[in-house]
């Protein structure tokens, strides 16, 4: 649960590690003072035109191609409570709960910047939720990233108003059950309330920040990976020389050389094989620099948006309290998001296809001069044979998702909404190639660590040692044939844990 470290939102500094220490319950949440006098202010805004006589979409209009159609100001609150009922039209199983909960903090956090028009009592039922582990069930697809994310957003809604589904401390229950159970009174939405609840880029926000960072994680596991292999085939250091770097100075390409340095020091592999006959080592071992550092700039410019993007008001219409103003725009369109979700895909994906490379070079014995597929006693054992198969598989998949949804646009709402981002789409999408890359790399650090037995008892460099150390402390040689994805699961969880990192890091400091 969460700890006595406590994050104040004001909807303009939340930093993307917050987002996942609140995902998984590792800090607090509340509202900073001066959040609460903006939400206040805009809300004043609200009621006053509420009151008056002129047209104002969202607040007295119906929504989308509707809104031209002008609604009483007895029904107002019938019209925020249909918004939501309507709109909740998402299918399939519902965000994990770290995914729900990154997604609550995120629709908070915008209306923290006090451009929505929400009642701050309102806000404060959605920040207990938080607090009172009350996370909705909102279901991953059903939403193309027009008006944001409409559907996952009105069901998120729900819950405000004790109606949908949620998860109380784990447990999947009616909405309004939930807040009961947790000691929270539902609220009744009043003019523009349901808008400035549903209209936004927070789901796939969600999403793609919780990916973000593991892709981040992903990309210098990629690196040991492929130093764990380079070892086992004999592979040479010169490629990874500053000079080299120097004179092609992209920052992903010379953080991925000086990373594969401090993982390859101190090596006795390299020194019994200095005087070899080979010339040039194969792309996916020599090319690391360019290939993973290549996907390391493409997570950058993904973290660069979704840093922005996560402290964006993305409402329509925006309130602006001190000009008096209620305007329509389009902060809602996720193209931003989008596009840099399916840079992180096609990044993630050229991580895990340059991985099963490496991995085809280890147990092919005419590329890797050991015994096939790695087997203490190849015939009798087939070894590592169908892990490459494994891997290969699951880069194909990545492939196919790795094609961009943000240039498949199919308008909607009868064609008000001509242009969409598919945000959520490219979303799920990146999450889904992390899963793989991740898998991937287990497989290869699984394979890599066989052929660093092999060279026993020569020890290779730190780095490397260190995370073949790991390895072993949970995971066997393999001197006979065994249920392989056994090894492969083993060694993902000591990536998801994180430990395989710290192990390494330590050595390599």
Same mark, same amino acid.
């Given at each position: 649960m969460a700890t006595t470290r406590k994050i104040l939102l004001d909807g303009d500094t939340l930093s993307l590690e917050s987002i996942a220490d609140v995902a998984h319950q590792r800090v607090a949440v509340g509202l900073s003072g001066e959040a609460r006098l903006r939400v206040e202010r805009a809300r004043a805004v609200v009621e006053r035109v509420a009151e008056g006589g002129a047209a104002v979409y969202g607040i007295n209009t119906g929504f989308g191609t509707l809104s031209e159609v002008r609604i009483d100001k007895k029904d107002l609150r019938t019209l925020q409570r249909n918004l939501l009922l309507s709109h909740a039209a998402g299918v399939g199983e519902p965000l994990p709960l770290p995914e729900a909960r990154a997604l609550l903090l995120l629709r908070c956090n915008v209306l923290a910047k006090g451009y929505s028009g929400i009642r701050l009592v309102t806000l404060e039922l959605a920040l207990a939720m938080l607090a009172r582990d009350v996370v909705p069930v909102v279901p991953a697809r059903g939403s193309v990233g027009a008006s944001g994310d409409l559907a996952p957003l009105a069901h998120l809604a729900l819950v405000l108003i004790g109606e949908g589904e949620a998860f109380y401390r784990g447990e999947r229950l009616p909405g309004g059950e939930a807040l009961t159970r947790a000691g929270l009174e539902p609220v009744v939405l009043e003019a523009k309330e349901g808008l400035a609840l549903v209209n936004g880029t927070q789901a796939m926000s969600a999403v793609g920040s919780l990916t973000l960072l593991r892709a981040e994680s992903l990309s210098e596991l990629a690196d040991v990976a492929g130093a764990m292999t380079l070892e086992g085939l004999l592979g040479s250091h010169r490629p990874f020389l500053?000079?080299?770097?120097?004179?092609?100075?992209?920052?992903?390409?010379? &953080?991925? %050389?000086? #990373?594969?340095? %401090?993982?390859?020091?101190?090596?006795?592999? +390299?020194? =019994? #094989?200095?005087?070899?006959?080979?010339?040039?080592?194969?792309?996916?071992?020599?090319?690391?620099?360019? $290939?993973?550092? %290549? &996907?390391? /700039?493409?997570?950058?410019?993904? *973290?660069?948006?979704?840093?922005?993007? +996560?402290?964006?008001?993305?409402?329509?219409?925006?309130?602006?309290?001190?000009?008096?103003?209620?305007?329509?725009?389009?902060?809602?369109?996720?193209? @931003?998001?989008? !596009?840099?979700?399916?840079?992180?895909?096609?990044? !993630?994906?050229?991580?895990?296809? +340059?991985?099963?490379?490496?991995?085809?070079?280890?147990?092919?014995?005419?590329?890797?001069?050991?015994?096939?597929?790695?087997? *203490?006693?190849?015939?009798?054992?087939?070894?590592?044979?169908?892990?490459?198969?494994?891997?290969?598989?699951? $880069?194909?998949?990545?492939?196919?998702?790795?094609? @961009?949804?943000?240039?498949?646009?199919? @308008?909607?709402?009868?064609? *008000?909404?001509?242009?969409?981002?598919?945000?959520?789409?490219?979303?799920?999408?990146?999450?889904?190639?992390? /899963?793989?890359?991740?898998?991937?790399?287990?497989?290869?650090?699984?394979?890599?660590?066989?052929?660093?037995?092999?060279? %026993?008892?020569?020890? @290779?460099?730190?780095?490397?040692?260190?995370? #073949? *150390?790991?390895?072993?402390?949970?995971?066997?040689? !393999?001197?006979?044939?065994? /249920?392989? #994805?056994?090894? $492969?699961?083993? +060694?993902?969880?000591?990536?998801? =844990?994180? /430990?395989?990192?710290?192990? $390494?890091?330590?050595?390599?400091?």
């Open positions: 500053p000079n080299i770097q120097k004179v092609r100075p992209h920052p992903g390409q010379e &953080a991925c %050389a000086a #990373h594969l340095r %401090a993982l390859l020091a101190k090596s006795e592999i +390299v020194d =019994s #094989h200095k005087d070899c006959a080979k010339v040039q080592d194969p792309y996916s071992l020599r090319c690391m620099p360019q $290939v993973h550092g %290549a &996907a390391r /700039e493409g997570i950058a410019f993904c *973290r660069r948006i979704l840093a922005v993007e +996560v402290n964006s008001a993305t409402d329509n219409p925006l309130v602006f309290a001190e000009e008096e103003l209620i305007v329509s725009g389009g902060n809602f369109h996720g193209q @931003p998001v989008s !596009l840099a979700l399916d840079v992180l895909a096609m990044a !993630l994906t050229q991580l895990s296809t +340059v991985s099963e490379r490496r991995v085809e070079q280890l147990v092919n014995p005419s590329l890797s001069g050991l015994p096939p597929f790695l087997a *203490r006693d190849s015939g009798l054992n087939s070894g590592f044979m169908i892990a490459q198969v494994t891997s290969a598989a699951l $880069v194909a998949e990545s492939r196919i998702l790795a094609h @961009p949804a943000s240039v498949d646009s199919i @308008p909607s709402s009868a064609g *008000r909404e001509d242009h969409v981002s598919m945000g959520m789409t490219a979303a799920l999408k990146a999450a889904q190639v992390a /899963e793989f890359t991740r898998t991937c790399l287990a497989i290869e650090i699984l394979v890599a660590s066989q052929a660093l037995d092999l060279r %026993a008892p020569l020890l @290779p460099g730190r780095g490397v040692h260190a995370a #073949h *150390r790991l390895v072993r402390s949970h995971v066997p040689t !393999l001197n006979q044939d065994r /249920e392989v #994805h056994r090894d $492969v699961t083993t +060694v993902a969880a000591l990536i998801d =844990s994180g /430990e395989l990192s710290a192990a $390494v890091r330590a050595a390599s400091a």
